[in-house]
């Protein structure tokens, strides 16, 4: 297996080496090498902040395995050590910076990054997403430049592909030897084949079996999630792709007699061996964040340090604070602020040997603790919180931010992230804790046309990517100036938003296979008939739409029913099966006629506006109201206001 080496990238090449001095008697980060650093279009001021500048390199870190805060690390015992008895790695760095680090804002902004790539520009200043930012369009509106943040991603995966930002893990040994152990992975062809690249060709590195041709080896399928697995016959498939007829060995492909069949789940399961030492990717993130915050000479230092991380990071970062990796070895906070997204009440396996950072596995995300606050397992009896690792007044500021679908999907279950485990009750939130959901919305924000993704119905439309703008101000402000944020907001059993899910009631629409037999999700870490988790969700209106939650305005001025679910197609098979992180969009009539020919309950467009200005003038009356509660930023009405305008055209055209 290899692992992740930081390429030079193809700017001026400076060769600048900077080696900062460890903070005496603690040296977790012992140098950094800076392969490039460049003006930022070349050396455009960003309002007072000024120019910044872009730099490419390397941070090393030796860390002590027997420290308290280390300890937690898996395997860091069994990891090489070098001649002062440390534990040394690397990891790749990029960093956003002010030139003059004084006119910055004095935080440097962590983004946790997801499999290797940067978004803080993409998420927070509607940049284009580019891993290596360099054009205009790649910036956005440079809002997070403007503020003066430092933007920072540091590798914390061993297992992302080489031009990417990655982690150099060092591997973990007992008695000189390999260690060696099984491996799982999951996956669900889209098409009939008779090859599979398991791997799933995502620019990622993985583990590879000792042997190929083990007989040990296993693979199983079963419908959709939750069925018993069967095994196919070990004799019936084989590593390897077919290629002219003939098999070509390649460990990242299986190929199976008969071919793999669309919407099964398939199991691969075979030993390997060499687990690198992945937790020590965690620690990277900690301490160069506390370099930064703590040593006046760093190379980019800051008063306050932030983390972002989405989906698989969300979850990450709820790992981060369970683990304690928010406290350095000196005991200092490092982290001031977390926005946690689209995490669920999940973490991951990040930190364990034969980590599977990449995993979408289902519900090996879902164990105990669900909350922040320390709360008492009723199966296990054990009390543990995901602060419980963290010493009172050093506590991180915390938002939890998630989507329709973490309710939904893969035994996520969002509503733990604020009800009890047993489902019954509402609990309050913890101090330094605020928890929001976005009403209807899927896994990542929808755009206009809608896309086919494979499901019954298009793809959920419901764009809130303003959100994370308006609630990144909030949390800011209440970090460095106390301001109080929004309130939580999310379904509650008070007052009705939230039901278990049997309790569901969906409108009769024709031709919607509404979800009241799916089940929720079953817990990782409880091998019992009480490893079953309730499933409570948020109530729905007449037309199908959550009520619980934000509403962002085209969910409350609604042109149909959007949901975070959303079933297989026939065509992709198993049609019974939610497509996981994903939304349906189940539009509305356009005309009253056009409703009762279809027999839809739901009141068509034509009967809920009188055109086009009356329901931009809607969409406007919740915009403004989201503003005024700081859901959302005011500059990012006249933006809802034109998305709105585009799916009334697009809706009103015939699209569907």
């Known amino acids: 297996m290899g692992l992740a080496i930081l390429k030079i990238r193809p700017f001026l090449i400076l060769g600048l080496l900077v080696a900062l001095a460890p903070t005496p008697g603690h040296a977790e980060l012992t140098r950094v090498e800076i392969t490039t650093r460049v003006d930022v279009l070349n050396g455009k001021a960003f309002g007072d902040v000024g120019p910044y500048e872009k730099i490419w390199g390397k941070a090393y870190f030796a860390v002590d395995p027997a420290n308290s805060r280390n300890r937690v690390i ?46 803080l520009l993409n998420v927070f200043s509607n940049g284009t997403g580019a891993d290596d930012p360099k054009a205009e369009a790649d910036f956005g509106d440079a809002s997070l430049l403007l503020e003066g943040y430092t933007l920072v991603a540091v590798g914390w995966q061993f297992d992302v592909a080489d031009e990417l930002i990655g982690f150099q893990a060092p591997i973990a040994t007992e008695n000189a030897q390999p260690i060696k152990g099984w491996v799982r992975e999951w996956f669900i062809p889209g ?78 399961a075979f030993e390997s061996q060499n687990p690198p030492v992945a937790g020590l990717g965690l620690a990277a993130v900690r301490d160069m964040a506390s370099s930064m915050k703590y040593d006046p000479k760093s190379i980019s230092p800051g008063r306050y340090a932030y983390m972002y991380g989405s989906s698989q990071t969300g979850r990450t970062l709820r790992q981060i604070i369970y683990e304690g990796f928010t406290i350095d070895e000196q005991e200092r906070k490092v982290f001031d602020a977390a926005f946690v997204r689209t995490g669920g009440a999940s973490m991951g396996r990040f930190n364990e040997r034969f980590a599977r950072s990449n995993s ?24 543990d919180g995901l602060g419980a690792r963290i010493p009172a007044g050093l506590e991180p500021k915390i938002f939890l931010f998630d989507s329709s679908s973490e309710y939904w999907d893969k035994g996520r279950l969002g509503a733990l992230r604020h009800t009890s485990i047993d489902g019954t009750e509402d609990l309050p939130d913890a101090p330094n804790v605020r928890v929001y959901h976005v009403a209807g919305s899927r896994h990542g924000s929808g755009s206009v046309p809608a896309v086919d993704g494979g499901g019954q119905f298009k793809n959920n439309v419901l764009n809130y990517d303003q959100l994370p703008r308006g609630l990144m101000t909030a949390l800011d402000a209440w970090t460095r100036n106390g301001t109080e944020p929004p309130p939580s907001r999310h379904p509650r059993f008070a007052d009705g938003t939230m039901v278990a899910h049997h309790d569901l009631k969906f409108p009769a629409v024709p031709g919607v296979q509404w979800p009241t037999h799916v089940p929720g999700g079953y817990r ?68 009253r006629a056009e409703r009762e020919k279809t027999g839809d309950p739901r009141p068509s467009i034509e009967e809920r ?21 700081r859901f959302i930023l005011v500059d990012d009405v006249a933006g809802i206001l034109e998305d709105a305008g585009r799916h009334w055209d697009w809706r009103m055209s015939g699209g569907k």
């Not at 009188?610 to 009356?621: F, H, I, T």
């Open 74 to 119: 898996a395997d860091v015992d069994l990891a090489p050590r070098n001649k002062g008895g440390k534990v040394e790695f690397s990891a790749d760095l990029f960093i956003l910076k002010p030139k003059d680090s004084s006119r910055g804002n004095g935080v440097v902004f962590f983004d946790v990054i997801n499999r290797g790539r940067f978004r």
């Open 191 to 268: 098409k009939p084949t008779e090859s599979y690249q398991w791997t799933g060709g995502n620019a990622t590195k993985g583990y590879w079996p000792v042997d190929v041709a083990a007989a040990a080896n296993r693979l199983t399928s079963r419908e959709g999630l939750f069925s018993g697995r069967r095994l196919i016959p070990r004799a019936d498939w084989q590593f390897g792709k077919m290629v002219d007829g003939k098999l070509v060995p390649d460990p990242d492909f299986v190929t199976l007699k008969g071919g793999f069949k669309p919407g099964l789940t398939y199991e691969l």
């Open 360 to 383: 979408l596995g289902v519900f090996v995300e879902t164990k105990f603790p669900f909350q922040y606050r320390t709360t008492t397992d009723p199966v296990t009896g054990k009390r």
């Open 524 to 591: 990782w870490d409880v091998e019992t008939p009480l490893s079953a988790l309730p499933f409570p969700l948020s109530n729905v209106d007449k037309d199908g739409n959550e009520i619980g939650g934000i509403r962002m305005p085209e969910q409350e001025v609604p042109l149909g029913t959007m949901t975070g679910w959303q079933f297989r197609s026939e065509r992709i098979g198993a049609p019974h099966t939610l497509i996981t992180n994903s939304g349906a969009y189940i539009p509305f009539a356009a005309t």
């Open 609 to 629: 506006y009188s055109g086009r200005a009356d329901y931009l003038a809607k969409v406007e009356q919740v915009a403004h109201r989201l503003a005024q509660e």
